[in-house]
């Protein structure tokens, strides 16, 4: 079935470092969102990307959908200590109705 | 606009025994879902519904039980708790196929 695999699992960085997480799918996607989920909290969504190649940008954080709809990326530059917390992806399930979250990357960033 | 409301927060139960996690929104999404977290394994979908009355099992369905009544409601039961069953579980709704989910806070479970 389809999965979706993120990696790294942990990244822990200094303030002003820059940060990158990566979203694989088995199967191509329709579209892909990415949440983030404070220590404690619940996932929020952050961005939904749908089209092939597509980049989107918010303030610091840049999401990248690959050409083939397979792969994504999430790039913070200059990490700052609000950035701490772990991003998921996500793509439809198999069902085509709910979604399937990868595992997630916790970033730790250090003042 | 509360959004998606989750209760209890925090709920410890012994084996064996049966409870029910509510959870309600008030935006009139038709998609519903159920996960639960553990470390290190992400969100993983328990049961998910697309409309009332309508249900259907996701990755980990083993041990709980839902049902759709109305719009607004989605219950997850979990029959006769189990320690693999400790988790912290979230409720997520949606306008509809591919569209952003928003959560509930989330419940902790422990089961002793």
């Known amino acids: 079935g389809q999965q979706v695999m993120q990696i790294p699992q942990y990244q822990h960085v200094q303030e002003g470092e820059d940060f990158t997480t990566y979203c694989n799918s088995s199967?191509?996607?329709?579209?892909i969102q990415w949440y983030k989920q404070r220590p404690g909290g619940h996932p929020v969504f952050l961005i939904q990307?749908?089209?092939?190649?597509e980049v989107k940008k918010q303030k610091r954080l840049t999401f990248q959908f690959g050409e083939a709809k397979k792969n994504s990326s999430l790039h913070i530059t200059a990490t700052q200590t609000t950035d701490v917390g772990t991003y998921f992806c996500?793509?439809?399930?198999?069902?085509?109705?709910?979604?399937?979250f990868g595992k997630g990357t916790s970033l730790l960033v250090t003042p | 606009n509360a959004g998606v409301t989750q209760t209890p927060k925090f709920q410890v139960l012994k084996t064996g025994q049966s409870m029910t996690l509510q959870c309600a929104q008030d935006m009139n999404h038709e998609y519903m879902s159920w996960y639960r977290q553990d470390p290190g394994m992400g969100l993983r979908l328990i049961h998910y519904?697309?409309?009332?009355?309508?249900?259907d099992q996701g990755e980990v369905p083993n041990g709980y039980n839902v049902s759709r009544s109305t719009t607004e409601d989605f219950p997850l039961r979990l029959l006769s708790a189990a320690p693999s069953q400790t988790s912290v579980y979230f409720c997520?709704?949606?306008?509809?196929?591919?569209?952003?989910?928003?959560f509930g806070q989330g419940t902790r479970l422990t089961v002793v």
């Open positions: 996500a793509g439809l399930s198999n069902s085509g109705y709910a979604l399937n």
């Open positions: 519904s697309v409309g009332a009355g309508i249900t």
């Open positions: 199967t191509t996607l329709s579209n």
């Open positions: 990307l749908v089209k092939s190649g």
């Open positions: 997520a709704s949606s306008l509809g196929r591919g569209y952003r989910a928003f």
